[in-house]
């Protein structure tokens, strides 16, 4: 799986937008871009996933460059209980259970 | 809405000592995973099972690991003689890709805490 680079931390106020980076410029063509999160010690938890094109959810939105180098999540209004460690993953699907390889993220705080 | 959940909580034990950790994925899911966590370090995948059977594992499941899905419900990882260094968080996680590659959301559990004296 491509190696993934993220800032290691980050600040946002409650209610602007956070924008978390993530440079990734070994993947390949099967790779997909999946970003979890961290919130203090529990189980990480799936925010997005993308392949080629900008996708979006009720959670957040995910912007990848057209040559995918890199992506960007994107959390619309933060509140602090997105306060959390946010993981850029890269990942290929094998035809069965594929494992997610976690960096060390970057930490988020929200503040008032 | 359905979730993973992993018993217990908190396990204590001595080293040396077997323990067992338990977990109840998803019903309708079909792979799943343990990764661990020690305290303040990275999450760290374990093993990955389909089908009653391991489909991949890291360097650090060694002998001393082992993984078991007894029933059709429960999903446990062994360690047969602890060490100090087993201290951790253990995350079960489970995912459905019976409908193709483009999602691999895995669904974790709250963990269990391993505590080994």
């Known amino acids: 799986d491509a190696k993934t680079t993220q800032p290691t931390s980050m600040d946002c106020a409650e209610g602007r937008a956070a924008n978390l980076p993530c440079n990734h410029s070994?993947?390949?063509?099967?790779?997909?871009v999946y970003w979890y999160r961290q919130i203090h010690s529990q189980g990480p938890q799936y925010i997005i996933h993308?392949?080629?094109n900008n996708e979006t959810n009720e959670m957040a939105s995910l912007i990848i460059t057209e040559d995918r180098k890199s992506s960007t999540l994107i959390l619309p209004h933060a509140t602090l209980r997105d306060t959390a460690v946010y993981y850029c993953?890269?990942?290929?699907?094998?035809?069965?259970?594929?494992?997610?390889?976690f960096g060390t993220g970057t930490r988020l705080q929200v503040t008032l | 809405e359905p979730e993973v959940t992993q018993t217990p909580s908190h396990q204590v034990t001595q080293m040396g000592q077997e323990v067992i950790l338990r977990c109840v994925p998803i019903s309708n899911h079909l792979y799943f995973y343990w990764y661990r966590q020690i305290l303040g370090q990275k999450v760290e995948f374990l093993v990955s099972?389909?089908?009653?059977?391991?489909?991949?594992k890291s360097e650090i499941f060694d002998d001393q690991f082992s993984v078991e899905r007894p029933d059709g419900s429960n999903f446990t990882l062994k360690i047969r003689s602890t060490k100090l260094e087993d201290s951790a968080m253990y995350f079960c996680a489970s995912s459905d890709l019976s409908w193709g590659p483009t999602n691999n959301e895995q669904f974790f559990g709250p963990g269990t805490r391993l505590t080994v004296l």
């Open positions: 070994t993947i390949s063509g099967n790779e997909y």
């Open positions: 099972f389909y089908n009653n059977e391991i489909s991949e």
């Open positions: 993953i890269v990942s290929v699907w094998a035809g069965t259970a594929s494992k997610l390889t």
């Open positions: 993308g392949l080629k």
